[in-house]
């Protein structure tokens, strides 16, 4: 069974999640009202952004949903399923939303899982629950949608390695707990249930592999409920080696 149709625990995919009311109406607040960036924030990952850019800056960009598409039959795109260590939000997996498609680059996706990897033999190394699975929020996007968002004053650059399939997004204060989403902004009693050394440990994780010099990551909105690792593969980590 792929990962679109997988149930949780509580007998209900990702898509029935999508088609219940209650979640509905969240996922939708969601979409229809975007985390809006302060000016320093902005300015703050700009500034860190410098390294990406130059890494990526001179590749093009995917500018419409079809040209993700094609690439994606032609195998130059690799879909991004999920598995036992993390799962993709809602509006990675439906359909109706073609601005977020479950693709990367093939080495940049090999970045995701290995990231995963070491951040579960972490996990399991501190006898943390397995049931926890980490919650990818972003992968690539069209250059199109890239521009909308930079408009409405959300947290995006403007040549952002997302229009490359070369960058990811993990939430950094938010995961799955047998198949639920535990995250400060939809979870009742976030901070007793919240267990921090998921993050603190995938932030050693990425620490550790910046120190390898294969990728670079920004902590977007720190210290905030919509805290954010964002994720991009350095031209020196190449699965294929």
Not at 54 to 78: M, R
Not at 144 to 171: M, N
Not at 205 to 211: A, N, W
Not at 217 to 222: A, G, N, P, S
Request: a positive charge.
């Amino acid at each position: 069974m792929d990962g679109k149709n997988r149930a949780n625990s509580k007998g209900k995919s990702p898509q029935e999640m999508l088609d219940d009311k209650k979640h509905k109406k969240r996922f939708n607040d969601a979409i229809n009202n975007p985390v809006i960036a302060s000016r320093e924030e902005r300015e703050r990952v700009k500034r860190l952004a410098e390294t990406e850019l130059e890494w990526w800056g001179h590749i093009k960009s995917y500018k419409k949903p079809e040209e993700i598409l094609k690439d994606a039959e032609t195998g130059k795109l690799v879909e991004v399923l999920p598995d036992d260590s993390f799962e993709l939000i809602m509006r990675l997996i439906n359909p109706k939303l073609e601005n977020w498609q479950p693709f990367l680059k093939e080495s940049t996706y090999h970045l995701l899982r290995e990231v995963i990897r070491r951040w579960r033999n972490k996990m399991d190394s501190n006898g943390l629950p397995k049931n926890i699975k980490l919650s990818v929020t972003n992968l690539i996007i069209t250059k199109e949608y890239q521009r909308k968002i930079i408009k409405l004053g959300k947290l995006a650059t403007d040549k952002a390695s997302h229009t490359k399939g070369q960058s990811f997004d993990i939430d950094g204060c938010g995961y799955y707990m047998d198949g639920t989403a535990i995250n400060p902004r939809f979870t009742e009693n976030y901070r007793k249930i919240y267990i921090p050394e998921v993050h603190k440990l995938l932030k050693e994780v990425l620490d550790e592999m910046t120190e390898e010099k294969v990728l670079h990551y920004i902590l977007e909105f720190e210290g905030t409920n919509n805290q954010s690792f964002h994720i991009t593969r350095s031209p020196a980590y190449n699965s294929d080696k």
